[in-house]
């Protein structure tokens, strides 16, 4: 990707609305737009529908496309102040997606290059605009699906990651500067930082990042639906349950104990939320092959999960197949099922569930979608308001800084009243605060730019 080329995309969001967005970034960014644009006012046409000074402007006219002149208008950035760095042109006008496609064949045509997916972004980010860490905050905040989210994915975009490790990379070059000193003195009866110093000074810093990484919320995982996962023993009616939630014929549904063999899925609505409902197989001990593949993938969908339905079939004669469900590493809603099965005075003694439903009958269904809703909203509430969106890089660099933080600190911990390995603790030292440079937007490299604006849309 040349950054002295000029780029074109839709911006806006995919499908028809009531406006588009072509975006144009780069030198010649005026007199292409000037090629598909018209301004209503002489001067501004004049200027290629540019601003004659200042930063930004908003000049009104009809964009030309085939035999269309259609009424919209241009937003103009001068470089340096636009959000790429270089000149910027926005046009807006009906967003009708043959339409918008013509514009950018247009611009093409007029010698504007195809933007790559993140392109206008990478700019920014060359341009000095923002850091990868704020690059990432604008991914998040595209991706986000909820205020939580959107929340997080702005303290990211704000810099907040990126101050957080700014600041604990200059505390360890402090201390790293002291335990080079101490090297490069080592003959001479100077004592430029003690262990306890030196301790102390390594807790600060992995405080302040273990507490970033603790607060963090996982943002790689936002372009997908929370995942709630039907799971129980067999014939517990769990695919009647996945269809009667979902009004589909997800699933087949038998009274033959081990139908399910396969993940199922569907999107449910709840409310204003929506979540992926998936169906797997019965827990059973393996008894071939087939049933060893099923609960495999059983295992893996359930590792996956936002949340676990263990769903019970309260009508067993059976105490075993009513036994509480195994420990899941998230939160786990006890639903009875067939509860239509039940005598008025069989239904005294399941008390024990936190909702009783019916998936032949619908009994208790729109209580236990309440129940998905509040749940997935509870995982929410729950996370710190300083909270910060992190990608899978963000965490394995917080995690590469604290275990060289935890090295240094125990070389530290065994030094006696003089510092010894100071050569080893250096090292620590300096593979912590590389680590973090990239939190801070002080490090990167072709590949890892590649790989962050790959996942980008294109327009972004």
């Known amino acids: 990707m040349n950054p002295d080329d000029t780029i074109v995309a839709i911006s806006s969001a995919a499908g028809a609305a009531a406006r588009g967005i ?37 000049v009104e006219g009809f964009v030309r496309v085939g035999r269309f002149r259609l009424p919209g208008f ?5 470089a340096p102040r636009s959000y790429t760095g270089q000149d910027v042109v926005e046009l807006h006008f009906l967003g009708a997606p043959v339409l918008l496609g013509w514009v950018v064949e247009a611009c093409i045509a007029a010698g504007a290059r195809r933007a790559e997916p993140g392109e206008f972004t990478l700019r920014a980010v060359l341009a000095g605009r923002m850091d990868l860490s704020q690059a990432h905050g604008v991914a998040g905040m595209i991706a986000a699906r909820s205020d939580m989210q959107l929340r997080a994915a702005e303290r990211l975009l704000h810099g907040e990651l990126s101050r957080v490790a700014g600041a604990a990379r200059e505390r360890l070059a402090d201390l790293l500067s002291l335990v080079e000193g101490a090297l490069d003195f080592a003959e001479e009866p100077i004592e430029f930082i003690t262990p306890g110093q030196l301790r102390d000074g390594l807790m600060e810093v992995r405080k ?26 067999p014939n517990a009616g769990k695919s009647s349950l996945l269809n009667r939630l979902t009004g589909l014929d997800r699933a087949i549904c038998a009274p033959v104990a081990g139908t399910t063999r396969d993940v199922l899925s569907a999107p449910l609505q709840l409310g204003e939320m929506e979540c992926l409902l998936i169906d797997v197989a019965g827990v059973v001990e393996a008894v071939d092959a087939l ?29 075993t197949r009513r036994v509480e469900p ?7 809603l006890l639903v009875g099922n067939k509860c239509d099965l039940l005598g008025s005075g069989r239904a005294a003694g399941v008390s024990e569930y936190e909702l009783l439903v019916s998936a032949a009958t619908g009994a208790g269904v729109d209580a236990l979608k309440s129940a998905l809703a509040a749940r997935l909203r509870a995982r929410e509430s729950a996370v710190s308001d300083a909270a910060i969106a992190l990608m899978s890089e963000h ?31 250096a090292a620590e030292l300096r593979t912590a605060a590389e680590e973090l440079g990239v939190l801070a937007g002080q490090e990167d490299t072709e590949e890892l730019l590649g790989r962050i604006f790959s996942r980008f849309c294109v327009g972004k």
């Open 326 to 332: 195994p420990a899941f590493d998230v939160p786990i």
């Open 395 to 425: 965490r394995a660099a917080l995690d590469a800084a604290l275990e060289s933080l935890d090295r240094a600190i125990k070389l530290a911990l065994s030094s006696g009243e003089t510092l010894s390995d100071a050569d080893l603790v």
């Open 208 to 233: 302040a990042l273990a507490a970033t990484t603790a607060a963090g919320v996982r943002a790689e995982r936002w372009e997908q639906l929370p995942r709630v996962v039907l799971a129980g023993h």
């Open 291 to 319: 049933d060893a593949q099923a609960q495999r993938a059983a295992r893996d969908a359930l590792a996956s999960a936002d949340l676990v339905v263990w769903v019970v079939d309260v009508a067993e004669s059976d105490p």
């Open 74 to 78: 241009a937003l103009v950035f001068r």
């Open 22 to 58: 072509v975006r144009v970034s780069g030198p010649a960014a005026m007199a292409i737009a000037s090629n598909v644009f018209e301004a209503d006012d002489a001067a501004a046409a004049g200027s290629g529908g540019a601003s004659p000074s200042g930063a930004s402007d908003c």
